[in-house]
Every structure is written in structure tokens, then in C-alpha cells.
């Protein structure tokens, strides 16, 4: 079993649409979720980052951690086209020197007009 | 502000040539430096990891190596390259316990012909 889980998709919407992106993961250690997003041939970005179960809002994005479910969601409202990428969620892990991330496979999103 | 460079942007190598590529980080110092490899529907996976000067951590077994000659300096290499190793190389910074987010180059496209 994977540490995460993420649907590759391709998930395509219309212009305008909520859209929810998911992952769920494996290991209760994992302290911190981030959300990066991937346009095509380009490194990932960091979108928003969270710690805590709950929700953390940021412009048209919403984060939300369920530690009890291990489960997390990107929500993306009013999605627009330039909103298209892959978007890739990721669990931090502390070494006690550095963090290590373990990232999902991406989900491959596409707003059409 | 902190900026990332990893270059080439793309190459195309023969089986059993051997490759290096090169990072570089601007504005702090002592970051935390990654390589990734990012495989067709594999997600981003973690080859090696540096805390400081000649510090390398090394995720999985391969045919690669990483070396840190100076603070923001971070070198991927191989000595003979395997079509396995085809993929899309990503190197990320981070910075202290407080940052947890990676920064990530522009990524060099590797294809081994």
C-alpha cells in the first residue's frame, strides 16, 4: 500500500465549477499536508499548507485535514482555466534534521470554456 | 528572495553516458537541498536529500549519486546512464523547521536514448 493515495484523474469541469481533489495516506505520523500545484513541464508550486484537522481558506482555495480519517481535500472555487494543472498533495515528515515530503501521483485537472 | 536554478532544461543522453546535473540556490544559506525524480503516473519520488556541505542522504538504491560541494550547490550524477533513469529531475530547498514548504527548480527533462 501506498503511504498516499491520490487519484490521477484526468477530472475535467466547466469554467466556474467547485472543484474537490482528494488524497488519503497511511501514516499517522505525518504532521503537516501541503497542496503543490504543476503546470505541465514546470516544477511544482506550493498552494497552501496545513497542520491541523480543519479547514484553512485562501482566496478561492480551502484546505481541509481529517487526521481521525487521514484523509485531506483541496477545494477550488470559481475554478477558471488558468486553473488547469496537476495538483499534488504532499505529507511532511521531520527527521530532526530536515523535513521529507511524500507526495501523492497528482491529479490532473482541466477547466474547459 | 530565495531563488532556485537547475539547468539544463532538457537532455537527451545515449545508454552508458554519464550525466550531471547541477543546482544552485540564491538568497540563504544552509538550506536543506533535494533531488526528485518524477516519473509518467509515479508522482515525485525522493532520491536524495542534504543537510550541509557533503552531508547526502540517499532514499533509494540506484544508479545515481549526489554530491554538495558548497553551501548552495547540489550536484546529481551518474556514471553510466540506464533508459531507467529517463524522467523528469527536480531539485527543491527548504528551510528551517519553520519553513516547511520545498521550493523547487524548473526541473531538467532527462531522456536516455
Known amino acids: 500500500q501506498k503511504e498516499v493515495e491520490q487519484d490521477p484523474g484526468p477530472l475535467s469541469v466547466p469554467e466556474g465549477a467547485i472543484v474537490s481533489l482528494n488524497c488519503t495516506y497511511s501514516?499517522?505520523?505525518?504532521?503537516?499536508f501541503m497542496w503543490y500545484r504543476q503546470y505541465s513541464r514546470k516544477g511544482p508550486e506550493l498552494l497552501m499548507y496545513t497542520y491541523s484537522s480543519g479547514n484553512k481558506e485562501d482566496g478561492r482555495f480551502t484546505a481541509q485535514v481529517d487526521k481521525s480519517s487521514k484523509y485531506i481535500s483541496l477545494f477550488i472555487r470559481d475554478s477558471q482555466p488558468s486553473d488547469s494543472a496537476t495538483y499534488l498533495c504532499?505529507?511532511?515528515?521531520?527527521?530532526?534534521?530536515?523535513?521529507?515530503?511524500?507526495f501523492g501521483t497528482g491529479t490532473r485537472l482541466q477547466v474547459t470554456l | 528572495s530565495q531563488t532556485i536554478h537547475q539547468w539544463p532544461a532538457t537532455l537527451v543522453q545515449p545508454v552508458g553516458s554519464p550525466l550531471s546535473l547541477e543546482c544552485t540556490v540564491e538568497g540563504t544559506s544552509n538550506p536543506n537541498l533535494y533531488w526528485y525524480r518524477q516519473a509518467a503516473g509515479r508522482g515525485l519520488q525522493l532520491l536524495f536529500y542534504?543537510?550541509?556541505?557533503?552531508?547526502i542522504s540517499s532514499e533509494v538504491p540506484q544508479n545515481l549519486s549526489a554530491s554538495r560541494p558548497q553551501d548552495r550547490q547540489f550536484i546529481l550524477s551518474s556514471k553510466k546512464l540506464l533508459l531507467s533513469d529517463s524522467g523528469f529531475y527536480l531539485c527543491?530547498?527548504?528551510?528551517?523547521?519553520?519553513?516547511?514548504?520545498?521550493?523547487f527548480g524548473s526541473g531538467t527533462r532527462l531522456t536516455v536514448v
Open positions: 527543491a530547498w527548504s528551510g528551517t523547521f519553520k519553513n516547511y514548504g520545498y521550493t
Open positions: 542534504s543537510v550541509g556541505i557533503g552531508q
Open positions: 501514516n499517522s505520523a505525518f504532521q503537516y
Open positions: 504532499a505529507m511532511v515528515l521531520f527527521t530532526g534534521t530536515a523535513s521529507k515530503l511524500t
